[in-house]
């Protein structure tokens, strides 16, 4: 009966943690170049659906955004991205010999995630990368590595969690100007954060994660960029009648972020220290206004969640059109030149390297 209730006990908390580390994470805009939208979600513990996948390319959309998140593997594809090729891969190791096969043929680390127990990265042509950088640790090593590609003048572009380890990419591209990072506790804080931050200093937010039980934000500014509004929102209920409200407003998905179901260690004590690139001279607003996402899940007056498993999908209309683009034959010289995703591997005995990096001319200077 002792082990029993020890059991039951351990499966209890177990299911709390998992859930309390599950979030959907989404950021939007008015201003973004990605139209004709689509998305879908598996449910959790369901594997991602490589025929949705292929019937976006078909389509000419290409994939924005994907993250496993607190509806399963959240997957949006636009159009206006100004990809021209695009691959995946589900892998149980991190792929850094599919990543390096990938930067031969001038494709670039698009996205990563992980839902605890495999990888999904996606690669992409057409991102105007002139340079790529990878690093798989644990953040108490990534500080330092951070900084030093800021210096070489990388900026980060992707990161994820595992529930061990992060991985955090870095590319160099023109349009990057100034970027920054910040640790947030709670929904609370991330929202105060934020707005003193992010939009009270002019900034956008480029990528929100959530792990080791802290949202890790990245924020910046890059050449060109537009005012606007942006917003944010955690684990919005009813996730099909939220986006189609955003499409309805002219809003488009910029990023969706999410979280290892399961951790297995979080910050305890003070929260890693924020950093920041070199600071830009003032600009003017990118942003006027922004919207507080749902309260977080378990405070009084939050709307719970749909249940696990529960897929959704939809679509959003291109400009003129009342319904979803018809996807077509995929071919020769189609849009995104499709790779089947790889089987899981078996962990390897070797241990595998942490860091990786694409060859590339020395960068200039930086003034």
């Known amino acids: 009966m002792k082990y029993r209730l020890l059991s039951i006990f351990s499966a209890i908390f177990i299911c709390a943690l998992a859930s309390s580390q599950s979030r959907t994470i989404i950021i939007h805009d008015d201003i973004s170049p990605y139209h004709s939208q689509s998305w879908f979600s598996r449910g959790k513990g369901r594997p991602t659906d490589s025929d949705k996948i292929r019937s976006y390319w078909d389509a000419g959309k290409y994939i924005t955004s994907m993250a496993y998140t607190e509806e399963g593997w959240f997957t949006v594809a636009s159009k206006g991205a100004g990809m021209s090729r695009q691959r995946y891969k589900k892998s149980a190791l991190w792929p850094k010999d599919w990543i390096r096969e990938g930067w031969d043929l001038d494709l670039y680390i698009s996205q990563v995630s992980s839902d605890g127990d495999e990888w999904m990265v996606i690669m992409s042509k057409g991102e105007n990368y002139t340079g790529q950088s990878w690093k798989r640790d644990r953040w108490s090593a990534m500080r330092l590595w951070i900084r030093e590609k800021w210096e070489e003048g990388k900026y980060i572009t992707a990161s994820a969690y595992d529930g061990e380890k992060w991985v955090v990419v870095m590319s160099r591209h023109p349009k990057f100007l100034f970027q920054g990072y910040f640790w947030a506790r709670n929904y609370k804080d991330l929202v105060e954060k934020v707005d003193r931050e992010v939009w009270g200093r ?26 606007g509004t942006q917003s944010f929102d955690v684990n919005p209920a009813n996730i099909k009648s939220y986006i189609s409200g ?90 995104g030149a499709a790779v089947q995703p790889g089987s899981a591997r078996q962990p390897s005995a070797r241990p595998a390297p942490t860091t990786g990096s694409r060859t590339e001319p020395k960068p200039r200077r930086r003034r």
């Open 202 to 227: 002019n900034f956008a937010l480029q990528s929100i994660e959530y792990g080791q039980g802290a949202y890790f934000v990245v924020y910046g500014l890059t050449a060109g960029q537009r005012a």
């Open 246 to 335: 955003l499409w309805e407003r002219g809003r488009s998905i910029t990023y969706i972020g999410g979280g290892a179901p399961f951790a297995e260690e979080v910050f305890h004590g003070a929260l890693p220290a924020p950093e920041e690139s070199c600071l830009p001279p003032m600009v003017a607003p990118v942003h006027s206004s922004y919207g507080p996402g749902p309260v977080p899940p378990g405070h009084p007056g939050s709307v719970p969640p749909p249940p696990p498993g529960h897929p959704g999908h939809g679509s959003q209309p291109a400009p003129g059109h009342s319904s979803p683009t018809t996807p077509g034959a995929y071919g020769p010289g189609g849009h």
